[in-house]
């Protein structure tokens, strides 16, 4: 179960809609989102409707603007409640179709070249759990949620490029 409510305005302002579950469209509700608080759950907010464009994860706490939750403008188009999960595993590859190398984790990684020495990550695969994958280490830049499933090319996850930096799990604790 998750609470998410979206404010207008800056520092939890204005008027506000509040959301329980997924929600493919905020834009009849919000005309901009200024602040967010967080109750219970992690969520993915994207920037366009139906779960389009840019991706912020946000755990439970305040975001009393947008660039607390590193969002590059005061839109949001569509939220998705992650599922908890018990336990998380990921396959990540160095190649495309899961050739190469391969690296598998269990935890949070804050450098993933650090950790693995891989160039770059082409494909992945995720075995529990759910994870929001960064473009740059130590959790910074484009982000991605990344489900139970399968992803043959970076493509798959949304990315342009095969750039990862840093993963970590989605959950309600570091």
């Not at 979206?6 to 302002?13: L, M, P």
């Not at 494909?123 to 949620?145: A, F, K, N, T």
């Amino acid at each position: 179960m998750g609470k998410i409510t979206f404010y207008e305005d800056r520092g939890f302002q204005g008027r506000h809609f509040e959301c329980s579950s997924d929600h493919p469209n905020l834009q009849p509700y919000l005309s901009r989102c200024g602040s967010i608080r967080v109750d219970s759950g992690c969520w993915m907010l994207y920037e366009r409707p139906n779960f389009q464009g840019p991706q912020y994860f946000l755990r439970r706490g305040d975001y009393p603007d947008h660039q607390q939750w590193m969002g590059l403008s005061d839109s949001v188009g569509s939220c998705r409640l992650i599922p908890h999960a018990g336990s998380h595993r990921i396959r990540l590859y160095e190649r495309e179709d899961y050739r190469g190398q391969m690296g598998e984790l269990t935890e949070d990684c804050s450098s993933l070249q650090d950790r693995f020495h891989f160039p770059q990550i082409h494909s992945c695969s995720v075995l529990e759990g759910c994870w929001v994958l960064y473009e740059m280490p130590s959790y910074r830049g484009r982000q991605y949620l990344l489900r139970p499933g399968d992803y043959r090319r970076y493509h798959d996850w949304g990315a342009m490029d095969a750039r990862v930096g840093s993963l970590r799990r989605a959950t309600d604790f570091y």
